[in-house]
């Protein structure tokens, strides 16, 4: 079962211009929170956090904003650039597990 | 520094033929975890290793998928009599901490089964 959707497979976003990319979850036991951004041919590369302690996270133009009660996660990039064109994986796990839980993907694509 | 390597990058290989995937993780790091990715899908946990405890196997499909890590470093990936379903992506990652290091992901082997 998929205990982790991201049901926006596509985005397309004009440079500039603020991406979000959404997660939902089922699993409560799911105490943080990941996204990963994979280019074509590489391994996904960590891109920021957030515990379930916190509702934001903030690092550069990356923003992470979670919601428990209604288990659901957002990513926001601002400004999008055209080297942000990607896949992005949300993931998940419970707070003294290890195995991810990743969402499908969605793939965003940064128009000059 | 390095980062997780993977070998091969690509694999073709023909049903009922076993494949070997490779994965040295980062020096350091104890833990070492096997995921793929099926075509249009998320990554799917497969393996677990930390240090010298038992594997947590919990993610293999099937029987004919087994996995080791000689000296608590490279780790070995062998499907038997592979099926054109085991075409996927197998990616590697390791961590430093037992539950809550970021897992660092190699390249990926893409493993096309004719």
């Known amino acids: 079962d998929q205990q982790v959707k991201q049901n926006s497979p596509s985005l397309s976003v004009q440079e500039g211009r603020i991406s979000i990319l959404n997660c939902d979850y089922t699993n409560s036991m799911f105490d943080y929170f990941l996204w990963y951004k994979k280019y074509p041919a590489e391994g996904p590369t960590f891109l920021i956090s957030i515990s379930s302690i916190k509702d934001k996270n903030e690092d550069g133009r990356f923003t992470v904003f979670l919601n428990k009660s209604a288990k659901h996660l957002s990513l926001h990039i601002v400004p999008s650039q055209p080297g942000d064109s990607a896949v992005y994986f949300c993931?998940?796990?419970?707070?003294?597990?290890?195995?991810?839980?990743f969402g499908a993907g969605t793939t965003v694509t940064v128009r000059a | 520094g390095a980062g997780v390597s993977q070998s091969p990058s690509n694999k073709v290989t023909e049903k009922g033929k076993d494949v070997e995937l490779r994965c040295d993780p980062i020096?350091?790091?104890?833990?070492l975890y096997w995921y793929r990715q099926s075509l249009g899908q998320g990554l799917e946990f497969l393996i677990y290793?930390?240090?010298?405890?038992?594997?947590?196997k919990s993610g293999l499909p099937s029987d004919r998928f087994s996995a080791e890590r000689t000296g608590g470093s490279v780790s070995t990936l062998t499907i038997q009599r592979t099926q054109q379903e085991d075409s996927a992506v197998y990616l590697c990652a390791s961590s430093s901490q037992i539950s809550g290091g970021t897992q660092y992901f190699g390249p990926g082997t893409r493993l096309l089964v004719l």
């Open positions: 290793f930390q240090g010298n405890s038992a594997p947590d």
């Open positions: 020096s350091g790091h104890t833990a």
């Open positions: 993931a998940a796990r419970g707070s003294n597990d290890y195995k991810l839980s």
